[in-house]
């Protein structure tokens, strides 16, 4: 059964320093995508990235990047020059199996509650 | 103009009475998902669906049943509600190809 576990409950960082948020995962599935999401204080969930199992090459978008440790199973989020705006609850995601229109469906880790202060 | 909405927002519910949470989407995805998430907790799954007439378990469907009459709508249906079923619930759209979903603002339940 898959499984996501993110150790860090919480984080802080100054203003302009890159934070780094730590997730790991279980899976025996060869194809699974993990996705990271960023949940803003009023409860909306907003996607943010996501890597695919068989793409050797860390994802990036603007300022978010990750460093895929996939012999590991462990993933990171890397978010570069934070900023107060940054501020939220961090969730890891794993998705199996999206192939043929399967499900998609994902399983969250269990959040990273990040403070950016300026 | 947001393209994934819950109705209604806030719920207060007494235990053993009925609650139907809806969700529409505008993405014209065929996937669509309910989680809840409890304090402290990521989200889980309860059901979902690959598009209209189709309804799938999740990780924890006791409790729950779900009901896709057409792409755009899905809806939770809590028949004999309890107060373990406080919690928020969150709707998600997403393309068949398992890409990102798109969730919803969230309903917050409460049973008494």
């Known amino acids: 059964a898959q499984r996501v576990t993110q150790v860090q409950p919480t984080g802080s960082s100054q203003w302009g320093e890159e934070v780094t948020l730590d997730c790991s995962y279980e899976t025996s599935e060869y194809f699974y995508r993990i996705f990271w999401y960023r949940q803003l204080f009023s409860g909306e969930m907003v996607f943010l990235i996501y890597q695919p199992s068989f793409d050797t090459q860390n994802q990036r978008s603007g300022r978010y990047s990750v460093v895929f440790q996939k012999s590991f199973k462990s993933i990171s989020l890397v978010i570069s020059a934070s900023q107060p705006e940054d501020s939220g609850t961090y969730f890891c995601a794993l998705s199996e199996r999206w192939t043929g229109g399967l499900s998609g469906k994902l399983t969250f880790g269990e959040g990273t509650q990040v403070t950016v202060i300026s | 103009e947001a393209a994934v909405t819950q109705s209604p927002r806030n719920k207060v519910a007494v235990t053993g009475g009925k609650v139907t949470l809806s969700c529409n989407q505008t993405?014209?995805?065929?996937?669509m998902y309910w989680y809840r998430q409890d304090t402290g907790h990521g989200l889980r799954l309860i059901h979902y669906?690959?598009?209209?007439?189709?309804?799938e378990k999740g990780d924890i469907p006791d409790g729950y049943k779900a009901s896709r009459p057409s792409q755009e709508n899905f809806s939770l249906i809590l028949e004999l509600a309890t107060p373990s079923q406080t919690s928020v619930y969150f709707c998600?759209?997403?393309?068949?190809?398992?890409?990102?979903?798109?969730f919803g603002p969230g309903t917050r339940l409460t049973v008494l």
């Open positions: 998600a759209s997403g393309g068949l190809g398992g890409g990102e979903q798109y």
């Open positions: 993405n014209n995805h065929n996937n």
């Open positions: 669906s690959y598009g209209a007439g189709s309804t």
